[in-house]
């Protein structure tokens, strides 16, 4: 989510004189990748190399901020040792360099900060802030600590600060809308540097000074156009390469846009270039600041072909901003190669860029499989393989624009409807990988198209983790469009299934908490109660899990409200018992037994045994922890008859066992002691001997303390015996 090259002045490589390129306007190049090789039709775009090309300009800035480094703080100036990490501001408008100013900072820095880079964007591709409670949760992720399940923000802000005590990290946080996003995020470690860019000052925050970027230097500017056009064009016309330098403002985004373009027309000269963008027309109300790059944008664009166009167009309604050829050819109803092909035309006009696989990640705090990329093989057809791209952050505001002038709402509606279809059905196959080879559900993905296939477990899970953002970043986008009919609860439970089969259920379950709060928003919205009921029971499990036994109380009666509306009995029993176990986790072991009580009735109602006699165990244990030995007695001995109803005798043999317990603990040893010899007949007969040598060494312990120490070393001896036959009890007592 951090800006693009567009926005900077990191310039990836473009096409030289005397290429093969050809006007856009009439046919696009020929797609490459990063490295120059071409594209074949169909074939999967590698990841792109890292840019090689150096940076344009900002020597000065580099220094004046290298500089402010080294000043000495206001706490240091009044003898006292700084109590958070400094913060260096880089501040201007989108487009002028900054996020490459800052990325060029970060590497010459790296070798200083041992613990690595952590990298956040506090702004969505589409101007949303995407929350400090999100931004914390990824940056724990990325320190690779896992916050609890639905974890509030002052939480998790408190952790992310106690994770970087000691530590000696950079944290950039890209595109801030304001102090308030940054504050809470800021760490007090002093041997921490948070690097923020962002429009405007950082009011608030105190020992701040901004490095504010106006436009590029003459020879910078020139530089860029080189790098794009070609030197020998520049060259022979220096002062017309001036001009389109001054046309563009100095604006990096605007001069690459310009040198694209001219680098797609070998035989246009610089002045064909400034007369292109002079050509354009501007909107009577555009701030004199944000001419440059609408000129060069919409030169750009105007000259696409009207299939390219619309892709570029439809690339906004991206989750996350980030647009691969799965995701292009569904938003455009077009085929995987073609989208692949005009992602990477695209790319190579400076419209789009490619997100190397490692963006946002510091090589520190990356998996094997992120900094390596999918498993090595032969170059099979493989959904992981597929290059994402993002929109420049300085140039989504104006692509958008087309797309609401270009575009029809229900044509859009459609784009966003395959496009989340798509979407599901990657999902189910990247589920599948999961499965055992020969399993159903490897063989039902075996049968979906090649395009949609995984070639291994490993290349799924890369795909799954590099496009986990943008998944939960869809699921969200379904449900909060409300018009998409089934599609958001396919894709909310088809991403749970998938998380689920990757990572288990304890890594996914901060994920896992925000996609049944989505679950259960879209119920409530279209009174599904079933749902609704589901919804609530597996948030308040993850609330109990993570130590808000409160708060999932409240959940857990929400589900029973709702299972009682839609007559749903499993889910009001689910609901019913695990409110009297929240209450017991409490201590208020009446509210236990009784809602345990309740759920007992019902289970009664539908005969079923088995699990009436477990419930019976439970209220019995909740009464004898409120010391209320008469209702334990009665409901111990109700589960015991109900295990030899069901031919239950190690059932019974425990329920009895725990009954002796409940009389020992009420005064009555000699009571307890004939329960337990009952019990230890019927677990005998059961043939379990784990529980015969439990039991026997209950009955040692009560024998000790009524006096017949020899009788209980027999019952001792025994029990020990059979626990030597029976290790696994060692683990269980």
Known sequence: ???????????????????????????????????????????????????????????RELRELHAEIARAGLDTLSGRKGARSRVLLIAGRPGSGRTAL??????????????GVLRAALTGPGGERPGTARVARELLAALGEQPAPGACEDELTERLRGALTGRRALLFLDDAPGADAVAPLLPDAPDCLVVVVSQGPLTGIPDVRPCVLGGLDGPACVEILSRYAGPTRITVDPRTAESVAEECGGQ??????????????????????????????????????????????????????????????????????????????????????????????????????????????????STP?????????????????????????????????????????????LARARMLERTVRLLHSCRAMAEPAGSPARQKADGLPRSLRFSSRAAAAHWLRGRRGALLDAAGVAVADGGLDTLD?????????????????????????????????????????????????????????????????????????????????????????????????????????????????????????????????????????????DEALREWRAAAR?????????????????????????????????TRLEALETARKAEDGRLEAELRLRIADTLDRLGDPAAARLHRDAGERLLEDHPDHLRNR
């Open 1 to 59: 989510m951090t800006e693009q090259a567009v926005d900077g002045g990191h310039v990836p490589p473009g096409p030289r004189d005397g290429s093969a390129a050809a006007a856009p306007g009439r046919r696009m190049p020929q797609a490459r990748r990063a490295d120059g090789a071409a594209v074949r039709p169909g074939a999967p775009a590698a990841a792109p190399a890292p840019d090689t090309t150096g940076f344009a300009g900002r020597h």
């Open 102 to 115: 800052a990325e060029r900072l970060l590497r010459e820095l790296a070798g200083d900060y041992p613990d």
């Open 252 to 365: 990096p985004a605007a001069l690459i846009l310009a040198g694209a373009w001219l680098a797609a027309r070998p035989r246009a000269s610089v002045s064909d270039l400034r007369q292109g963008l002079r050509a354009v027309p501007l909107p009577g109300d555009l701030p004199r600041a944000a001419r440059p790059l609408f000129r060069a944008f919409h030169l750009a664009q105007a000259a696409l072909p009207a299939p390219a166009a619309r892709i570029l167009r439809l690339s906004t309604l991206a989750p996350a901003g980030l647009v691969d050829a799965q995701i292009a050819s569904a938003l455009a109803g077009c085929s995987v190669p073609v989208a692949a092909t005009v992602l990477d035309d695209l790319a190579a006009l400076g419209l789009l860029r490619p997100v190397p696989a490692e963006h946002g990640a510091s090589p520190k705090f």
């Open 369 to 413: 499989l992120e900094q390596g990329g999918p498993p090595s093989g032969p170059p099979l057809p493989d959904a992981a393989l597929h290059t994402p791209y993002r929109l420049p952050g300085s140039l989504a505001p104006l692509v958008r624009e087309l797309l609401h002038a270009q575009e029809r709402p229900a044509d859009i509606q």
């Open 489 to 629: 609860r396919r894709l909310v439970a088809a991403l749970t299934r998938t998380l689920l089969a990757h990572e288990g259920a304890e890594a996914a379950a901060p994920d896992l908490y925000g996609l049944h709060e989505l679950v259960l928003r879209v119920a409530e919205r279209r009174g599904l109660a079933r749902e609704q009921a589901a919804a609530l029971l597996n948030l308040a499990d993850l609330d109990g899990r993570a130590g808000r036994p409160e708060q999932a109380a409240v959940r857990y009666r929400g589900a029973l409200e709702a299972a009682r509306s839609a007559r749903d009995p499993v889910a009001a029993g689910r609901a019913l018992e695990s409110l009297g176990g929240t209450y017991t986790e409490l201590g208020d072991w009446q509210r236990a037994a009784d809602w345990y009580g309740r759920a007992l009735e019902l289970r009664l109602a539908r005969g079923e045994r088995a699990d009436a006699a477990r419930l019976h165990g439970r209220t019995g244990a909740a009464y004898a922890c409120a010391a209320r030995w």
């Open 642 to 674: 109900t295990y030899r109803r069901l031919g239950d005798p190690a059932g019974r043999a425990r329920a009895a066992g725990e009954m002796a317990g409940v009389q020992e603990r009420a005064g009555r040893p000699e009571e307890a002691l004939r």
